[in-house]
């Protein structure tokens, strides 16, 4: 069998073990410690616009301290993209809460601000506000942040930014991860950086750090013995799972580029094939293209060549699947256009990663080329 060839695997500097073992001489394996305050630092410097990181567990956890701290309890609703990924639904559900899905729109993929405003008024209708609103930058192309910011103030509602998947994207020259009232980052195995597991939140305030910092550490209250006031969490990132982040940092600038140079190469192989076609960046946009995506012309296609290239041990993956087609969230309001669902059946992600070799490159080109000679 040839060589598998990964959709998005981790792919380390070389730097990583020198932060780890660090770690280890000094005896630094709690969940604190140099490399976490080191890392905070570095990704707040990489972000800058006066942000405020806390390392924690995962970008779930950062989700889910986010809804807290904006007072999300039993029996709110919180606006979701529903072209996303299960864990930027979930921790609404955790709160006792209910998601109200909003469907996409056909420039980003990513929530589309004219359902969110007939969203937010049919919510309002029915005698309940929305908390807050969740929007996803999909696959590292920012969301319509202009418009959806300009929707969540007219009706004072925060905006969660999910930038799980587009550290090292830009919105206007600003950083994904600083376009929202709190912002929330992944380092996930298959993330633009990886610290095997982990995420982050990014706050407007020192302040807002502190106390999400305290919710992650089992919200202990100043006092010699164990006081808890409050229930916390155990979400706070270790100083081994940090120093991994650290020595990656180093390489994030190269890790975009790599993936936009992927993303080129797969556009100029295909851009004869009207077949396929991919988004492109709107003005002002940036992706840090974390995967790259193309769409097919229909759902047969798509399925047919994925299972093509599985057969040459290529990992290919169809584009999320909607949040409102899952049966544990079908229940939950939606507002819909069609947009996700169509993308969902004609949609496919092509291996991206950082790592990946010329030769791999072809490999997955004449394979795709070969599927196409066939069918």
């Given at each position: 069998m040839k060589p598998k060839?990964?959709?998005?695997?981790?792919?380390m500097s070389g730097n990583e073990l020198s932060y780890i073992n660090e770690a280890f001489e000094t005896n630094w394996v709690a969940p604190l410690g140099p490399n976490v305050n080191g890392f905070e630092s570095d990704l707040q410097s990489y972000l800058n616009d006066n942000r405020h990181v806390a390392a924690l567990a995962s970008g779930t956890s950062a989700l889910h301290l986010s809804l807290i701290m904006l007072g999300v309890g039993i029996g709110d609703e919180v606006i979701c993209q529903s072209k996303t990924f299960s864990a930027s639904a979930n921790p609404i559900v955790y709160q006792g809460a209910s998601p109200v899905f909003v469907d996409s729109e056909r420039d980003t993929w990513n929530m589309c601000p004219e359902q969110l405003e007939i969203a937010i008024k049919d919510r309002i209708s029915k005698g309940i506000k929305p908390k807050a609103i969740i929007a996803v930058h999909l696959y590292g192309m920012p969301y319509k942040v202009d418009q959806i910011n300009e929707v969540a103030l007219k009706y004072s509602i925060p905006v969660i930014e999910d930038s799980a998947e587009s550290l090292g994207s830009l919105y206007k020259g600003k950083?994904?991860?600083t376009l929202g009232d709190f912002s929330i980052l992944s380092f996930n195995g298959n993330k633009i950086i990886t610290t095997s597991g982990g995420g982050a939140l990014v706050t407007k305030s020192k302040e807002l750090k502190q106390k999400a910092v305290f919710l992650a550490t089992q919200a202990r209250d100043d006092a010699p013995h164990y006081l808890h006031s409050q229930i916390g969490y155990n979400y706070r990132m270790s100083n081994i799972v940090a120093g991994i982040g650290r020595g990656q940092m180093t390489i994030l600038d190269s890790h975009v580029a790599k993936r936009r140079s992927n993303h080129q190469f797969y556009f100029d192989a295909f851009k004869h094939n009207n077949r396929i076609t991919f988004l492109q960046e709107?003005?002002?946009?940036?992706?840090?293209?974390?995967?790259s995506c193309i769409?097919?012309?229909?759902?047969?296609?798509r399925e047919n060549l994925r299972l093509a290239l599985e057969k040459e041990n290529i990992e290919s993956r169809p584009l999320w699947k909607p949040m409102h087609q899952q049966p544990v969230f079908e229940k939950y309001p939606s507002y819909l256009n069609g947009v996700s669902d169509e993308l969902f059946e004609k949609g496919l992600c092509l291996p991206s990663g950082s790592n990946l070799t010329d030769n791999e490159l072809e490999r997955i080109v004449l394979a795709i080329n070969a599927y196409f000679v066939t069918c």
């Amino acid at each position: 069998m040839k060589p598998k060839i990964w959709l998005s695997s981790p792919h380390m500097s070389g730097n990583e073990l020198s932060y780890i073992n660090e770690a280890f001489e000094t005896n630094w394996v709690a969940p604190l410690g140099p490399n976490v305050n080191g890392f905070e630092s570095d990704l707040q410097s990489y972000l800058n616009d006066n942000r405020h990181v806390a390392a924690l567990a995962s970008g779930t956890s950062a989700l889910h301290l986010s809804l807290i701290m904006l007072g999300v309890g039993i029996g709110d609703e919180v606006i979701c993209q529903s072209k996303t990924f299960s864990a930027s639904a979930n921790p609404i559900v955790y709160q006792g809460a209910s998601p109200v899905f909003v469907d996409s729109e056909r420039d980003t993929w990513n929530m589309c601000p004219e359902q969110l405003e007939i969203a937010i008024k049919d919510r309002i209708s029915k005698g309940i506000k929305p908390k807050a609103i969740i929007a996803v930058h999909l696959y590292g192309m920012p969301y319509k942040v202009d418009q959806i910011n300009e929707v969540a103030l007219k009706y004072s509602i925060p905006v969660i930014e999910d930038s799980a998947e587009s550290l090292g994207s830009l919105y206007k020259g600003k950083n994904c991860g600083t376009l929202g009232d709190f912002s929330i980052l992944s380092f996930n195995g298959n993330k633009i950086i990886t610290t095997s597991g982990g995420g982050a939140l990014v706050t407007k305030s020192k302040e807002l750090k502190q106390k999400a910092v305290f919710l992650a550490t089992q919200a202990r209250d100043d006092a010699p013995h164990y006081l808890h006031s409050q229930i916390g969490y155990n979400y706070r990132m270790s100083n081994i799972v940090a120093g991994i982040g650290r020595g990656q940092m180093t390489i994030l600038d190269s890790h975009v580029a790599k993936r936009r140079s992927n993303h080129q190469f797969y556009f100029d192989a295909f851009k004869h094939n009207n077949r396929i076609t991919f988004l492109q960046e709107p003005e002002g946009y940036f992706s840090n293209r974390w995967l790259s995506c193309i769409l097919l012309d229909s759902k047969e296609t798509r399925e047919n060549l994925r299972l093509a290239l599985e057969k040459e041990n290529i990992e290919s993956r169809p584009l999320w699947k909607p949040m409102h087609q899952q049966p544990v969230f079908e229940k939950y309001p939606s507002y819909l256009n069609g947009v996700s669902d169509e993308l969902f059946e004609k949609g496919l992600c092509l291996p991206s990663g950082s790592n990946l070799t010329d030769n791999e490159l072809e490999r997955i080109v004449l394979a795709i080329n070969a599927y196409f000679v066939t069918c």
